[in-house]
């Protein structure tokens, strides 16, 4: 179906029905969001790992670092 012949559907439901149709699309949308993020999560997951390009540079201790809270 083109987007011009759902519209054309959606304009003969009755209000429920179309709310139904509206709250489905919705779901998938957010289904492929969450898909697509869990998959760009998984391929960055190595940089943010112990020894990861991403944590080589970080102090994991941050006493050295909380004589300088009052630092603006």
Do not use: C, H, W
Request: no cysteine.
């Amino acid at each position: 179906m083109t987007k011009a012949e759902i519209i054309i559907a959606l304009e003969q439901m009755p209000n429920q029905e179309r709310l139904e149709v509206i709250e489905v699309a919705s779901g998938l949308v957010r289904q492929d969001t969450l898909a697509a993020l869990a998959r760009s999560a998984e391929i960055i997951r190595p940089l943010y790992e112990a020894s990861g390009d991403l944590t080589e540079m970080t102090d994991l201790n941050i006493d050295d670092f909380v004589k300088y809270s009052d630092y603006a």
